[in-house]
């Protein structure tokens, strides 16, 4: 049976943070938040009895620090999927070492909770296209216009997506178009395709990268095929996309 909604846990010892938090997760009818917690202590118990499937977690508490309590629940029989909320950037690499599943800034931006709940939604929701490289690409394909014409690609056509000066752009081996929904969007109707955002700005088609060479501060840059652009890879995503990429 498919599951329909992903029970959530809000771990935080500051309640402004938590109903923040809680406020910009209720848009989504899919998620269900059914418990709250202060502590490491209280989580602990909480986690325990409601065995949820995903928590939000800060690091910065006062009885004990998030990592420590993350390194925790790794031990238990059912492990929730770990989403790391937090004021501290610094923390990132110690996260994604307990299995963080993502890592999402204070004060919380909706596009950056958008991208954890799609994330969220892969892992536990969606199930995998039947074929990404099959069928079902010939008959889904995404509107997009150059000048007064609008052409229909096929996903497997599209190199990557990307938002310029207020404006979504395809890119591909023809031509590069405009097309008028928000990445967001876009992210939502390729999510049965192998498409993955790299970027708050960039969506990438896995199918065509060629190599993932080290940027800055933790980033890295991608080499798609027969493209000259590096395409950007935010630290934030870069485990996630490892996982995608490697066998």
Known sequence: MVRQTIRTLLID??????????????????IDVEGEAQSAQEALEKIMELEPDVIFLDIEMGDKNGIE???????????????????????????F????????????????????????????????????????????????QQEETIYYLAPREIDYIYREGGVTKVSSQQCEYVIRYPLREIEDKLQDYSFFRTHKGFIVNLNHVEEMRPWFNGAYQLKLNNVNELIPVSRNYVKQLRARLEL
Not at 13 to 30: A, I, T, V, W
Not at 69 to 95: H, M, N, R
Not at 130 to 136: I, V
Request: glycine content about 2%; overall charge negative.
């Open 69 to 95: 309590l993350a390194s925790t629940v790794q031990k238990l029989k059912k492990v929730p999927l770990i989403v790391f909320a937090t004021a501290y950037p610094d923390y990132a690499v110690k996260a």
């Open 97 to 144: 070492r307990v299995h963080a599943m993502d890592y999402v800034l204070k004060p919380f931006d909706e596009e950056q909770i958008h991208e954890t709940v799609i994330r969220l939604r892969d892992a536990l929701i969606n199930e995998p296209a039947p074929s990404l490289a099959g069928a079902s690409d010939e008959f889904g394909k995404l509107a997009v």
């Open 13 to 30: 010892d500051e309640p402004f943070s938590r109903d923040e938090l809680k406020h910009l997760l209720s848009s989504y009818s899919d």
